[in-house]
């Protein structure tokens, strides 16, 4: 009984979809939109009109197809991402990590997330885990140099101690979660709420967490930002993250799409609809302010999305977790009118890793990093003055989702590898692929037997960064142990900074751990840098 | 010139281990114990039961602690008073526990193995959010539930960071002691945070020794806290000998003729573990003094076997703790209880530390109040000279100490052992396997994996089918913290109190997801836990 059932609802399914497919294909509206690349783009900046540094906003989709915006024709409603990108310029080989925590980390610090420890898997309640407290956090530059930081929106870099929490990482206001995949009505993950305003609970029961974002970004522009000093804002939305939740008057606007269990592509249009109003909400109040000219507005997705929450990626192949371009090349603009052109399509290479050297150039702020980092000042090339690639290699790690399972990318100029290593209990599965990216952008033909020239180097590049793993870094754990419970309430059971050492532990000490890590070899870097 | 001083300091040291192996190498202390002789007629000497009063327990357990470790087995090492519920009392000659510190203590509390609890890769570090499943029951919540009044004294090492995994909350009526392992054994620290508590509230001994310590605290236990009308079960996990390596002086100049060695601090690990017999030497007189020590079992063991690299000795056995071999999981043992178990009898029956909870609460008449299949056995039968020698069902031990991604595996079944080590490297994996006859072959000397490849086979199923059990959030070896981890200032202020946790556990995918999910990921883990 219960099989013939299951037989009826698929085949329901399928006949759903195909008169989804044939009837139901939304047309594309990336009218106005020419995906060519702006020839002229060094003769088209202007040269700026005031000598006051620029504001900075940083907004971050979570898990957005590349897809999923007007711009690359969707049918979702994007008009306020849209108008960032006829006011501004659109970066269409822009990388991100293949996730959430790899992503946020190589934002904050310019480092290749793999030497972080965070490289191969997102930090989960139930794990004690954090960016070292010897980083240094873009928005703590900024803070040196005058600006007042604020961040609205999802953390997910660390929820255990005090330090490594957004205001002890840089920022002067935090609005927000501390983790990921939150409620949007409840604002709950595994029933324990996080919700929270400068550590201290607040209570939103209810409202619709995308809503409160715009809200709370808003409410920093106008009320709480000192008028006299620029800011730096960061809003890390959750959406269109799972749980694939939406308000009702926007799940009513996309008729013609279809939530099926493995793809809500009606929620998940909604999710996307509603953030883009939050957007909105924030560009029209910089105007409002009179700012718009002089705010560097950067929007972008922590990586590819995610099929089964109804994300398309399409024309490029994969999505989240995985180091095909789908995962990893995201949808991206950056406007600041009174320098870059509008309406521009720049393809120069630029990685999130990038971002901090990159925006410390725009704005003249000083780094004040002392540690190396792995993002490339990339501020030439955005004015269509520097090379178009980057000249360091990129590498993409993802352990997600499942134990002992790697998925491994290298970009370097025109090839990519992409390969996968499954460890299962008493062999290893290697998969090896090699693309073409500047001939064949959507992976298509492996070129892997034709080019192991090209495998065997690209190999050597990204053995040498994986041997920098720390030991003590995350992997995946997609479930607890089963004595984990959650807190009522993540805000609440942060332990404070007076009650934790300031030194990290020094385990075996300098010469012992040496003596390990050479032992060792590539299981693991004790000594961290 | 820093190259010279090396080699200097190097050749000094293989002249001095030259000289102590030649000149230095200590006489048996106990000659009488030195061969291995199994009672043959236990059952026959076995006593009746003279009073109906239900037995006081106390559990002693060492920290890697070698097999030849103890006077019984013929070390130099004084362990006059182990050696004492030795001859009062019955040698358990075939006891295994896991190969590491935090499965051996699942076990033992949970009767279950520790690879069904997510435990038995590795032992919890101060960084690690583990801890064994609240829906497990605890060997003395059985106990408490009996009537007994139940306490422990030492290392707890089963979950630190949220109320319900620390010892009062698991069963232990009264707890004095550590949530951690490798605690520095004068200033009570790891890794910067202090870690000594009462029910809780930190304690302040700096300075104090503390094997010392807790030999006091048991003794206090026994004379003044606990209630003299009830029977009582005390749990007394000394840290000693675990590193780090800190002896007193005045017993570090009782072992002249041994030496510290960078990779063998003899010297100072024979020192600590002399401490912790005088230790046990007080607990034992304190039995004495208040006339209740017929009627008290008291079970002395090793968590598992000595680490070589702190100076313990597993000879004639081979390996030691986070192994496999023998050395690793066969461990001294003894069981005293004068009113039934006939004093200086060996017992070479299989028993493992899974079986203590069915066989203790036997001994004592105690119902177990767990409802949960437990892979632990009652031996009490065997103890008594009157059971089979082979327990019955295979025993499994794994290790994924100490390197990410390289297990260590074991299984025995009577007779046969497999030991098999599998390295997952990055792009391939190592297996190496072996088969021992452990019964003819006790030292594990002679593979036969070549001869019996039917055997190899048999017992490769049988792991696999317990590996698959491992729930997928269970723990892997972290061998340092993640480079943003800090020590709190003290481990029993960090602990997050009840109140502020849910009751339930996280379900995560929900039943149905997680059985698809389990199914499309076959042996790469075990969502759902049971």
């Not at chain 1, 999505?319 to 789908?326: R, S, V």
């Not at chain 2, 609890?117 to 829906?135: K, Q, R």
């Amino acid at each position: 009984m219960k099989r013939i059932l299951l037989v009826l609802v698929c085949a329901l399914a399928i006949g759903a979809a195909a008169v989804y497919f044939y009837f139901g294909k939304a047309p594309p509206s990336a009218e106005g939109f020419s995906n060519d690349t702006t020839e002229n783009l060094a003769s088209l900046v202007k040269t700026r009109t005031s000598t006051e540094p620029p504001n900075v906003i940083i907004i971050l989709a979570d898990d957005l197809g590349w897809a999923d915006v007007g711009y690359h024709g969707s049918d979702i409603q994007t008009p306020n991402i849209d108008r960032l990108a006829k006011e501004g310029m659109r970066l269409e080989r822009f990388y991100a990590t293949p996730i959430c925590t790899p992503t946020r980390s190589a934002l904050m610090t310019g480092r290749d997330p793999i030497k972080l420890g965070v490289g191969n898997a997102v930090l989960m309640a139930w794990q004690d885990g954090g960016v070292s407290l010897d980083e240094k956090f873009m928005p703590e530059s900024f803070q040196e140099a005058g600006y007042d930081t604020a961040m609205v929106g999802k953390w997910h870099l660390g929820h255990t101690i005090e330090q490594h929490l957004p205001n002890a990482r840089g920022f002067d206001h935090f609005y927000g979660h501390v983790n990921t995949q939150v409620d949007y009505f409840n604002h709950e993950f595994a029933k324990g709420h996080d919700f929270q305003e400068n550590g201290k609970i607040v209570d939103h029961k209810g409202e619709y967490a995308t809503d409160i974002h715009g809200d709370q970004s808003v409410r920093f522009l106008k009320e709480l930002r000192n008028k006299d000093k620029p800011f730096f804002l960061y809003v890390p939305f959750l959406a269109p993250h799972s749980p694939i939740e939406a308000k009702q008057e926007d799940i009513d606007k996309y008729s013609r799409r279809l939530d099926t269990p493995i793809a809500p592509k009606k929620t998940y249009a909604a999710m996307v609809d509603n953030m883009d109003q939050a957007i909105g909400r924030i560009l029209d109040t910089l105007d409002e302010q009179g700012m718009a000219d002089n705010t560097i507005v950067l929007f972008f997705s922590d990586n590819g999305g995610f099929n089964n929450f109804g994300a398309d990626n399409s024309p490029l192949r994969g999505g989240k977790l995985e180091t095909f371009e789908g995962g990893i090349r995201v949808p991206a603009v950056m406007r600041w009118p009174e320098v870059l052109p509008p309406n521009t399509v720049n393809d120069a290479v630029v990685s999130v890793m990038d971002l901090f050297p990159t925006l410390a150039t725009a704005t003249g702020i000083e780094k004040g990093i002392v540690k190396e980092i792995d993002g490339v000042d990339r501020w030439e090339a955005v004015l269509g003055k520097g090379d178009h690639w980057r000249g360091k290699p990129l590498i993409f790690t993802s352990n997600i989702p499942v134990y002992n399972y790697f998925q491994y990318g290298v970009l370097d100029g025109k090839w990519k590898l992409v390969q996968t290593v499954d460890h299962k209990r008493r062999e290893t599965k290697v998969d090896t692929l090699l693309f073409n990216v500047a001939a064949d952008p959507y992976e298509q033909t492996d070129l892997a037997k034709k080019h192991p020239d090209q495998v065997d180097r690209l190999i050597e590049i990204l053995d040498e960064r994986l041997a920098e793993h720390p030991v003590g870094g995350s992997y995946v754990q997609i479930s607890p142990h089963p004595g984990w419970r959650a807190p009522k309430d993540y805000a609440d059971v942060v332990l404070p900074a007076d009650k934790v050492n300031q030194e990290p532990h020094e385990g075996f000490g300098a010469l012992a751990s040496k003596v390990l890590q050479q032992r060792y070899g590539d299981k693991g870097k004790i000594l961290y840098d | 010139m820093k190259r010279w001083l090396g080699i200097t300091i190097g050749l000094l040291a293989a002249a001095g281990l030259g000289g102590y192996i030649w000149f230095g190498n200590p006489p048996s202390s106990a000659p009488e114990f030195a061969e291995l002789k199994i009672t043959k007629n236990i059952a026959d000497l076995v006593k009746p039961k003279q009073s109906d009063d239900p037995p006081n327990i106390i559990i002693l357990l060492a920290d890697d602690l070698g097999w030849a470790d103890v006077g019984f087995h013929g070390s130099d090492i004084r362990t006059p008073n182990i050696d004492r519920l030795a001859k009062e009392g019955m040698r358990l000659e075939r006891f295994y526990v896991m190969p590491i510190c935090t499965p051996t203590r699942s076990a033992l509390m949970t009767g279950r193995d520790p690879i069904k609890l997510g435990m038995a890769n590795a032992g919890i570090m101060p960084w690690n959010d583990g801890g064994v499943s609240l829906d497990e029951h605890f060997m003395p919540q059985s106990f408490k539930a009996a009537g007994y009044q139940t306490a422990m004294v030492g290392k707890w090492h089963l979950g630190h960071t949220i109320e319900q995994h620390t010892p009062n909350a698991r069963g232990f009526d009264h707890f004095y002691g550590h949530l951690n392992t490798n605690i520095h054994y004068f200033d009570h620290e790891f890794a910067g945070g202090h870690d000594f508590q009462e029910n809780g509230k930190p304690v302040d001994h700096k300075g104090e020794y503390l094997t010392d310590v807790h030999g006091d605290q048991a003794v206090r236990y026994l004379k003044i806290i606990r209630d003299k009308e009830r029977p009582f079960f005390l749990y007394v996990p000394f840290l000693a000998p675990h590193s780090p390596m800190n002896a007193k002086e005045d017993d570090i100049s009782k072992y002249p003729r041994r030496i510290d060695l960078p990779t063998a601090p003899k010297k100072t690990y024979a020192a600590m573990v002399d401490s912790m017999d005088q230790a046990v030497g007080r607990i034992l007189d304190t039995l004495d003094e208040q006339g209740i020590t017929d009627n008290t079992i008291v079970l002395f063991f090793s968590d598992n076997g000595g680490f070589p690299g702190f100076g313990a000795d597993n000879t004639p056995l081979r390996g030691g703790k986070t192994e496999t071999f023998e050395g690793g999981i066969r461990v001294p043992t003894v069981l005293r209880w004068p009113q039934v178990i006939p004093a200086g009898t060996l017992n070479d029956s299989a028993i493992s530390v899974l079986d203590l909870f069915p066989t203790l609460t036997r001994a004592a008449g105690v119902e177990m109040a767990n409802n949960k299949q437990i892979d632990g056995v009652s031996r009490w039968e065997a103890i008594v000279g009157k059971g089979e020698s082979w327990r019955g069902q295979p025993l499994y031990f794994t290790t994924n100490s100490p390197i990410y991604n390289r297990f260590m595996h074991g299984v025995l079944d009577d007779r046969w052992k497999l030991v098999q080590t599998i390295d997952h490297l990055r792009r391939d994996t190592s297996v190496d396997t072996m088969l021992f006859d452990v019964r003819a072959d006790p030292s594990e000397t002679t593979n036969i994996a070549e001869k019996h490849p039917d055997q190899v086979k048999r017992l490769t199923k049988l792991l696999d089918a317990r590996l698959a059990q491992h729930p997928v959030g269970g723990v892997v070896v972290q061998l340092m913290p993640h480079p943003g981890w800090r020590a709190p200032k003290d481990y029993a202020d960090a602990v997050i109190p009840a109140g502020k946790i849910q009751a339930d556990a996280y379900v995560g995918y929900g039943e149905r997801s997680s059985k698809v999910l389990q199914k499309r990921y076959g042996d790469k883990g075990k969502i759902l836990y049971d």
